[in-house]
T-cell receptor, first 111, second 114 residues
């Protein structure tokens, strides 16, 4: 079946550090890939997405590239801020199937 | 637009009680979803609906029921609450067209069953 594996957290960084959160997937066909972010006490919000191989999704300084050869969609940001502290979820949707989420990675950014 | 709204925000139930979690969206979305989020885990789909009058089971439907009488509303019913249903519940909606399917989430309902 379809599944998403993302790196275990928590991740703690200092402000302005470089961020990578790894995400790999298993799916039939050509899934769409998503990163969602959940700020404390809130619901999930779409951060970025990519719908085909080699697409790069980007938003708020975050980027992720859909790599079919490595079945990966790693999230990166060059310089994190305290306000980026949140839980990040990688997700996929294959065809008409429902969204499948990873377990989430908690990021804490210290000033 | 208010987006996706959920009530209540918090609730404590005793074992065996029942309750309905309310969810409404004002974006005219055709798809609606209920998820639960357990600590340290991702979201698991409970039920979903592709339109008014149509619902279907997700991964973890046992102990829950849903109905979708209107496009806007998608209540989740818990009958005979159990401690295993202690979780945070999120409602979401989307307008699915081809590959476009961005889900919009409500703020969640934190439920404790004692």
């Amino acid at each position: 079946g379809n599944s998403v594996t993302q790196m275990e957290g928590p991740v703690t960084l200092s402000e302005e550090a470089f961020l990578t959160i790894n995400c790999t997937y298993t799916a039939t066909g050509y899934p769409s890939l998503f990163w969602y972010v959940q700020y404390p006490g809130e619901g999930l919000q779409l951060l970025l997405k990519a719908t085909k191989a080699d697409d790069k999704g980007s938003n708020k300084g975050f980027e992720a590239t859909y790599r079919k050869e490595t079945t990966s969609f790693h999230l990166e940001k060059g310089s994190v801020q305290v306000s980026d502290s949140a839980v990040y979820f990688c997700a996929l949707r294959a065809g008409s199937e429902k969204l499948v989420f990873g377990k989430g990675t908690k990021l804490t950014v210290n000033p | 637009n208010a987006g996706v709204t959920q009530t209540p925000k918090f609730r404590i139930l005793k074992i065996g009680q029942s309750m309905t979690l309310q969810c409404a969206q004002d974006m005219n979305h055709n798809y609606m979803y209920w998820y639960r989020q357990d600590p340290g885990m991702g979201l698991k789909l409970i039920y979903y609906s592709v339109g008014a009058g149509i619902t279907d089971k997700g991964e973890v439907p046992n102990g829950y029921n849903v109905s979708r009488s209107t496009t806007e509303d998608f209540p989740l019913r818990l009958e005979l609450a159990a401690p295993s249903q202690t979780s945070v519940y999120f409602c979401a909606s989307s307008y699915r067209r081809g590959v476009e399917d961005t889900q919009y989430f409500g703020p969640g309902t934190r439920l404790t069953v004692l």
